[in-house]
Structures are given as structure tokens and as C-alpha cells.
């Protein structure tokens, strides 16, 4: 075997060539990561990154050492600009070239901006996406301080649960009907805006945006399309992402919604293999695309192993996570197409059941690790339990997994 190239700094790359190392892979393999800072986690950084709870260093993977006593070389703030197949060549951004045997795509998602003739590009307005982002944004993070959110999915929650705890007075816009309506049930979207509203925060939804307001250069509010004009010191506009493809387009690599890979995660082309985000990969009879660290982690040791000669193939069991105020949410599996949903509570403890015609699909489980537990084996295990016992607060889920 010759050199092995990862580009991406995030979850997807990092496992990859770990897994790699850990089978006993002895050639040269790089990692080239666009920024200029060791692979590190992502999700995090909204949270626990965000409030202070933990250092830049207790968000990176491992540290330098592990690069250097492994025999990883990393390749630092340098983005790659170029994929040629036929010579398998990948181009860097200074124009240096870096020759492949096998490649391996980790390149993730980018966030979904604002239009600059919106924005003028005045400062004020900020994205979470990155450790630099988050970095420049908590400077903002000051108590009393009016902060505004545009988009209530998670990303959007979770800021807002951490801007709420430090002190901040702040307002979610949400364009949809509902909040979460792209990601979640009508029962959770309920639960998680009584949850915000009872701690401060004021949620609008199926308001947009019209414009933003400014006075000397320096944004301090929003106006929106019901004339409403809403007080702001800064705005984090969390209205969705978008996988980052346009390498693979320009390098002829098939792309829809994603970079297009198989049950291997080999991509259209023999010698470049992809994980993560960035993907869409098969699913039950369809392309589906995970947005989850749980699936970059799968992907990449899958690509691994076929790299390193064994069989191996990625089934996907989605699962998610969100940590809002002292709240955890766990979701086990895809509701997509749910007719039923049953809800069990146990104390304080409520999960949601989703059936699509007897089958059970998927499970959203707060602050109840054990429903979490529990479904997640039944949908590895294709088996759908009794809705009347899952209603029944008595009935002792583990039984269920019981021969």
C-alpha cells in the first residue's frame, strides 16, 4: 500500500485515519486540514465551548503528540482547491501538490449565509460553524445584552440556552410554523418551546426577517415582515447548512445533496472514499444525508477497513443529541413517515414513540436514557413493541430486549 490523503479537520477525518493506524496500516498517510488548528469537535462548541465549561484544548481529538507518534503528518491551514482523478492529484491552495493512493473526503458542511445586500457586512451578525466563529462570538456574551436568533432548530436552542444561562435577553425568530420543523415531531417542537418561554426567551414563529436595523454604522435591531422592530446588541443567524460538495463537483465526483457513496463509502470514483456530512449515502431504499457525529465516526472506520483490504459496510442506526438548559434530548433512528406517535412518561422522564403502521421507526427520548436504551436496540433489532405497553408507566421497558 502507498499514501493514503484525508482532507478535513473534523470528526470524519480523524476517525479515519485513526481507524486506519489502528488496523495496522504502516504506510505514509496526511491529514490536510483547512484550518489552522488540529482536528477538533464540533458540537461542543454551541454548548459547553460556548458557556465556558471547557478549554480550545478539551475540544480537540487528541493532541499533537498522537499526530507525531503515529506517523500522521498534518497539514495545517491549507485548503485544498483541486481534485485531478486521473493523475490522483490533490492541489493545494499555494499551488503545492500532494500525491494519492486512496482519498478520503471528510469535508463536512458549511453554514447557509446571509445576503450580503441584507447584511452590508456591518459587524454584529455572527455564525457557529467553527472554533473561530465561536471564538469572536463570545465576546458578545455579556449579561443584559440583547441577542437576536434567527432559526429555531437545535443549533438555534442551544444558543439560546446558553445566551439565556449567562444572562442575555434573547429572541428566536423562526420563519417556519413551528420550531424544529424540519427535524422534529409536533410533541418535542411543543415540549422545547415551553421549556425556552418558562426560562425568558421569546419565541416567534412564522415571522421573516425583512431587514435589519442600524444606527452609526452598528446594527441594533431587526425589523420583521409584521412591522414589528426587535431590540438587538448582536444577531446569530442559524437558518440551516448545506453539505460542502463543491470540490467533488469540480473534480467530476457524482454529487446530489451530497457526495453520492455507496454501502462501502466509496464515492463514484474507485480511488476516493467519503464520511460525514458532507454525504448521502443509501438508506432502507433511498439517499438519505445524517448531519450526526455518530455517523461520521461509522462512515469513516467503514472506509477504513475497505481501504485496509477487509469487507465491511456502513447500516446506519441515526442517532442524535441536543443539550438545552439542564435538558437532554436523545434520538434514536429517523421519524420520517411516522403515522402514530405514543407517549410514555415515567416521572419526569417523557419519551415519544413514532410507529409508521405497527412499525416502530424511531424514539425521542428527555432526560430518559433508558427509553433512548431501550428503542434504539428494538429498531437494531427490527422489533416493535406494543404501543399499550409502552403507554403504561409501570411496564418495565428492559424486558423488551429479553429473548
Known sequence: ?????????????????????????????????????????RPPLSKKFLLGDI??????????????????????GKKVVGIKKTHRIIELEDGFCLPYEK????IGSKVKTL??????????????????DIELLKKEFSKDRHLLILGGGYI????????????????????????????????????????????GIKIKENVILKNFLFNNNRLNGALTNEGEKINADFIIAGIGIEPNTSLAEKAGIEVNNGIV?????????????????????????????????????????????VIFGKKAYYKALPWFWSDQFKTKLQIAGLNSGYTDVVKRMNGDKISFWYYQDGVLKSVDAINDPTSYMV?????????????????????????????
Open 375 to 403: 428503542g434504539k436496540r428494538l429498531i437494531e433489532m427490527n422489533r416493535s413493541p406494543d404501543p399499550e405497553d409502552i403507554k403504561t408507566e409501570s411496564f418495565e421497558l428492559k424486558s423488551l430486549l429479553r429473548d
Open 156 to 199: 438555534g436552542l442551544e444558543v439560546a440556552s446558553v445566551a439565556s444561562n449567562l444572562g442575555l435577553q434573547v429572541t428566536i425568530i423562526e420563519a417556519q410554523e413551528r420550531i424544529l420543523k424540519r427535524v422534529a415531531s409536533i410533541q418535542v417542537a411543543d415540549y422545547f418551546r415551553d421549556l425556552h418561554q418558562r426560562n
Open 261 to 305: 457513496v455507496d454501502e462501502t463509502c466509496r464515492t463514484s470514483d474507485q480511488h476516493i472514499f467519503s464520511a460525514g456530512d458532507c454525504t448521502n449515502f443509501p438508506y432502507k431504499g433511498q439517499l438519505i444525508r445524517l448531519e450526526s457525529v455518530g455517523n461520521a465516526i461509522e462512515q469513516a472506520e467503514v472506509a477504513a477497513e
Open 103 to 106: 482519498l478520503f473526503l471528510g
Open 115 to 132: 445576503p450580503d445586500k441584507m447584511t452590508y457586512k456591518i459587524p454584529g451578525i455572527y455564525y457557529i460553524r467553527s472554533l473561530e
Open 55 to 76: 478549554s480550545k484544548e478539551q475540544l480537540f481529538l487528541r493532541t499533537e503528540s498522537y499526530y507525531i507518534d503515529n506517523g500522521i503528518n498534518l497539514i495545517l
Open 1 to 41: 500500500m502507498s499514501e493514503i490523503v484525508a482532507i478535513g479537520g473534523g470528526q470524519a477525518s480523524f476517525s479515519f485515519v485513526q481507524k486506519l493506524r489502528a488496523l495496522g496500516y504502516k504506510e505514509k498517510i496526511t491529514l490536510v486540514c483547512g484550518e489552522n488548528i488540529i482536528p477538533y469537535q
